[in-house]
């Protein structure tokens, strides 16, 4: 009888390629899991003037009569550290996430968020706003990132023609977002030459930093950032027949129009709520995506229901562990984490198109 | 097929190496820089140079001596005797500058006349502006037709050559300076104006009162504790280090650093969580916007952890003084404003230089 079943199972029979695939795809997802749960402990206590560690949150869980906790460490813990992290984890989510829909409307593997001038939209209001140019309501720097994000992709989407009711070609939507990222980009410049002082204050919030997350931040970021990435996956089933071209999506019953709209619209929030709350971080909706079907190539088919939450998790551990590594490079002193996520993401991406020219 | 993993492990390392080697190379270089000028009684830009004849120290200020002063500035015949349409393009060398009588024509003050500071603009009753002093017009300064432009080494010196052909000019160090820099550049702005003996004066008078406040502030509790500047926008917060203009001044005045250790940088962004770890007795916030990140922080329960909030020891200061105009000028009115923040009774009002200003 085992003989038997050996048989069946042999290297080359395929069940047991299903189950080595199984295995294989469990193995990836815990091992993601802990790669993302040491870097979250690490962002929780290391690298901090106060020796932290996961003990301080134990009072926590003890005193039941409401009183909050004395212990300094404790309240580092909670006020600081553990919205820190959560930051981390929801806007290494959203910009992987946007990243791949990025790269699934225009079919271009170098498209990332920036493209619809997400960033530099943010960029640009923050600036004039710091010169005092902005609009009056605009009292915060999240309000002025937020706006500028949504304005400005409204303004490439405009440009590439989504509004004239003919589809639209996706080199068109990139050539808008490098024409309207340039004319951005020229406003912030010339804005930041006028501030000054104040110049320095907006060059610290381009890097991109989020040493300065606070609790109020989270409830937006987190309802936002949940329903757009649960909207996400529930495209991906479509997602997965747009990857085989217009025509064979249209006779498929796809709604392109529809499915276009929806993934930019699901872009733009992911990106500009992320923008609004860590600045401008650069390169983690490039890399993930990548990174991500290079891995479910090994262990699994390429289907978005499984790349949507891989990017996720990816997203996360990249930001979490930028972060960690951002608070290393010059401690005590904090260095903005979107430095971390460009230096780790150029070599990433070098590798990236190496592999797949050669590949090609 | 071999040439796969090669080149795409080669390049991507070579890239990282790259990073390594550069980051390295600046970190070091920073250390170096660090440990040529730690202290306050440095003698200026090169004092890693050997210095040719000892320096005179005038109150515990290293001050330049003859021979330094013509190495730095050579060429004085270039420059008018008794020049009459003078430019600066930074507050500090405007402090300079009037402290001799001089009244400059035009002034860099990023188009914000309130940025100058009262002592100053009590003195200048007309003056053209030059525009902001990250981007000056060149076309403005040359209108003025002025005989001497004095530019900050750190804003203007890749317009150097431009200015040159205006008129003759001088870079000195300004921006990012510390204090005893801003006294030497002092004896170089008169030096080039070819009043050596005035400005020597000048000087002698600004150290004695400084000394008297020295003195006097050595008597109060800021004596036994720490006192941090810091300047809050709605970006963030920046400590001024020991390295900063305030944060020397300060160290002259013979008053500690909570960060005593960070002398790299001179501005540095901080966390509440590194302002915890900080932690001063006294904390001094110069604002840049209404709203700043620092009021959010008010509601933290973190916040009040804070030594300065527990003992209503934050205090608001102006930073046109304490970060704007570097001069002996706002030394003394940064050095009067301690004596008087050392003599304030717990629960008084926390806003300091616009009392000291009326």
């Given amino acids: 009888m085992i003989e038997f079943r050996m048989n069946r199972l042999s290297p080359l029979s395929p069940k047991y390629q299903t189950i080595k695939r199984h295995v294989l795809r469990a193995l990836l997802w815990c091992g993601l899991l802990v790669v993302l749960f040491i870097g979250c402990w690490q962002g929780l206590t290391a690298y901090s003037k106060f020796s932290l560690s996961l003990a301080d949150l134990i009072p926590l869980l003890t005193q039941h009569n409401g009183s909050y906790p004395a212990s300094i460490n404790t309240q580092l813990l909670i006020e600081i550290r553990m919205p820190r992290v959560l930051v981390a984890i929801l806007v290494g989510a959203n910009l992987a996430v946007a990243g791949l829909l990025m790269q699934v409307i225009t079919r271009n593997s170098l498209a990332s968020p920036a493209v619809l001038g997400i960033n530099s939209g943010a960029a640009c209001v923050v600036a004039l706003s710091s010169i005092g140019l902005g609009v009056a309501f605009l009292t915060s720097t999240f309000l002025q990132a937020m706006v500028g994000a949504v304005l400005s992709c409204a303004l490439v989407a405009g440009l590439a023609g989504y509004f004239s009711g003919r589809s639209v070609h996706p080199v068109r939507l990139i050539l808008s977002g490098v024409a309207i990222n340039a004319l951005l980009i020229g406003i912030t410049r010339a804005a930041l030459i006028t501030t000054d ?17 606070r609790w109020e931040s989270i409830p937006v970021l987190a309802i936002t950032s949940i329903l757009a990435l649960g909207y996400g996956w529930w495209l991906s089933p479509k997602l997965n027949v747009l990857v085989l071209g217009d025509d064979v999506a249209s006779s498929l019953g796809v709604n392109l129009r529809a499915l276009q709209w929806s993934c930019g619209a699901l872009i733009t929030i992911l990106t500009a709520v992320s923008v609004a709350v860590a600045g401008p971080i650069a390169f983690v909706g490039l890399i993930i995506p990548h990174v991500a079907k290079r891995l479910l190539k090994q262990v699994s088919n390429m289907a978005y229901e499984q790349l949507l939450p891989l990017s996720v998790l990816l997203g996360s551990i990249l930001m979490v562990w930028a972060d960690v590594l951002s608070r290393a490079v010059a401690y005590p002193a904090e260095t903005p984490v979107g430095l971390l996520t460009a230096l780790i993401g150029t070599p990433v991406f070098i ?3 190496c592999r797949r020219r050669l590949d090609g | 097929m071999n040439q796969r993993p090669r080149l795409s492990i080669i390049l991507p390392l070579f890239v990282i190496a790259l990073i390594i080697i550069g980051g390295g190379i600046f970190i070091v270089n ?3 820089k660090a440990a040529a000028s730690p202290l306050s009684n440095s003698a200026g830009n090169d004092t890693s140079q050997t210095a040719i004849t000892k320096p005179s120290v005038n109150n515990g200020v290293r001050l330049l001596t003859d021979q ?3 190495e730095r500035l050579p060429n004085l015949e270039k420059y008018s005797n008794n020049p009459k349409r003078i430019v600066v393009m930074e507050n500090s060398f405007l402090g300079d500058v009037l402290a001799l009588g001089l009244k400059p024509v035009g002034i860099a003050d990023d188009d914000k006349p309130d940025s100058i500071i009262t002592e100053f603009t009590q003195q200048i009753s007309d003056y053209t502006s030059i525009g902001s002093r990250y981007q000056p017009s060149l076309e403005a300064i040359a209108d003025l037709k002025p005989d001497l432009i004095i530019a900050d080494e750190e804003r203007h010196t890749v317009i150097a050559e431009e200015l040159s052909r205006i008129a003759p000019s001088v870079v000195l160090k300004s921006r990012g300076e510390s204090y005893v820099e801003n006294i030497q550049t002092a004896q170089l702005v008169g030096h080039i104006v070819h009043q050596d003996q005035k400005m020597s004066q000048v000087i002698n008078v600004h150290l004695q009162t400084m000394r008297g406040l020295r003195s006097q502030l050595a008597k109060t509790r800021l004596a036994s504790q720490n006192v941090q500047f810091a300047i809050v926008s709605d970006k ?6 020991p390295s900063s203009y305030a944060g020397s001044l300060l160290s002259y005045l013979n008053i500690q650093s909570p960060i005593p250790k960070q002398m790299d940088v001179a501005y540095i962004a901080t966390s509440l969580e590194q302002l915890l770890a900080a932690d001063p007795d006294w904390l001094l916030i110069g604002r840049y916007n209404d709203h700043t990140l620092y009021d959010e922080w008010k509601s933290s329960p973190l916040f009040n952890q ?10 608001e200061v102006d930073p046109t003084y304490w970060a704007l105009n570097r001069s002996m000028q706002s030394a003394e009115h940064m050095a009067t404003e301690l004596l008087q923040i050392a003599k304030r009774k717990g629960g008084e009002s926390a806003s300091m230089s616009s009392e000291l200003s009326n």
């Fill in chain 2, 306 to 315: 804070l030594t300065a909030v527990k003992k209503n020891q934050v205090i």
């Fill in chain 1, 197 to 213: 002082e104040q110049a320095y204050g907006v060059l610290y919030w381009l890097a991109g930093s989020i040493a300065n997350s």
């Fill in chain 2, 30 to 32: 920073q250390k170096n």
């Fill in chain 1, 351 to 353: 590798a990236l198109a």
């Fill in chain 2, 236 to 241: 963030g917060m920046w400590l001024h280090g």
């Fill in chain 2, 68 to 70: 330094q002063i013509k």
